[in-house]
C-alpha cells in the first residue's frame, strides 16, 4: 500500500458517545485518537438504559468529544468520516449520523453508514494482524451471536440468540440480585466468593443442535431462587457462581459447535476464534473460552478491552476497510459515490447477516429470532 487513509469514526448507538480518528498506512493500522462519554452515571438510578436520556446525552455531548477526536489527533486531513447507522437506539443513532452527515458535508467529505456489530466483527483488527476467514463470537448487552467472517462485508450467521443478549442476563439478574448498573462486572466479581454448585440452574435448548442461544429461562429461575432462597451474603455470592457458569458453560457449548460448522466450511489450519463485547471481559468466561479454542485448534484472540466495549475507532476501521475493499477493487470512481451515505437513515434493526435474517425472521419454536439478532 502506497498511500494512506485517514477516517473520522462515530458511535452512538447505545449509551456510549464516541469519536476517533483512525489511519492506515504503509506501516499498519493507527488509532489517532478514541474518546469515549460514557453515560453509564446517568442510567445507573434507573438500572438499564433510558433511550430519551441516552440520546439527549449524545446531542449534548457530541460536538465536544468530536473537537477533542480530531485536537488528539492532531487536526489530520480526513479522507472518510464513518458513522454508526444501526442497529441501536434509534434517538442516539440519529444524533451521530446527523452529527457525520453536517460534518461530511461542511468538509466534502464522503461519508459511509456503518453497522455496529460490523464494528465489533473488525474490532480484533485495531490491535493486530487478525486474518481472514475468522469465527467471531459477539457477547455485550445487545448482542449474542456466533459470525463466521470471510471477508469485509462477508459474514455468515451461525448462531444467535432467541430472546436476551448475554450481557443483558448479566444485568437483569445483577438487577433482581441488587447488584445495581451495569451488572456484568458486579456479578462477576460476586462469584468468586460462590459455591457454583449450589442452585441448580436450567440447561438452555438442549434438544436443539444448532448454536442458538436463549438466557430468559435462566434468568427466570434466577429471580425465582433471589426471592425464595437468597437471604445471605453467601446465598447471594452462590446464585452469582450458578449464574455465571451457566452462561460460561452455554457460551462454550454453543461455541464449541459453531468452530465444527465453521470448519467444514474453511481450510485455514489454525484460525482465529475472536471474542469481541462488554462480556468478554468476564475472566472466567475468557478462560473458558480459551480452553474451548484451544481444544477444537482455534487461536482465541480477544481485543484489549477499550476496543470491546464500544467505541468508535472499530466504526472508523470499518469504514476504513470498506473504503479500502471499494479502492483495491478498482472501484475508484465508486468512492466519490460514497456520498450516497448522505441518503443513509438510520436503523434500529439491521441484521449484519441480511440472508440469514431473512431465512428465519421469526424463530421456528418460541422466542424472537429476527432482524435485532
Ligand atoms: O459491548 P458493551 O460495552 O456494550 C454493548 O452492549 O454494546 O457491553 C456491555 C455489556 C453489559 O451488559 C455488561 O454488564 C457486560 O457487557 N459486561 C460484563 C462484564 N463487563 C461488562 N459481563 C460479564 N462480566 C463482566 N466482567
Ligand atoms: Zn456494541
New binding site residues.
Partial sequence: MTHSITVLGIES????TAVAVVRRDATGTHVLSSVIHSQVMQHKAFGGVVPEIAARSHVETIDDLAARALAEAGQPPLDLVAATSGPGLIGGVMVGLSFAKGFALARNLPLIGIN?LEG?ALSARLSEDVAFPFLLLL?????CQLLSVTGVGDYARLGTTIDD????A??KI?KVLGLG?????????EALKGDAARFTLPRALLGRKDCDFSFSGLKTAAALIAYDHVKTAQDRADLCAGV?AA?TRQLVERSERAMALFKAQVTVSRPAFVV??????????RAALTTVADRNGFELKAPPLKY???NAAMIALAGLEHYEKLSQEGHQAALPDMNVGMATVARPRWPLDEISAANAPIHKYSGRKGAKA
Fill in positions: 448507538s447505545c449509551d456510549e455496529h465489533h457477547i455485550s448487552g445487545g448482542h443478549a448475554a450481557g443483558e448479566f444485568d445483577a448498573y451495569p451488572g456484568g462486572p458486579a456479578l462477576e466479581a455465571q452462561i469481541a463485547g462488554g462480556v468478554a471481559a468476564n475472566q472466567a468466561i470491546c466495549t464500544d
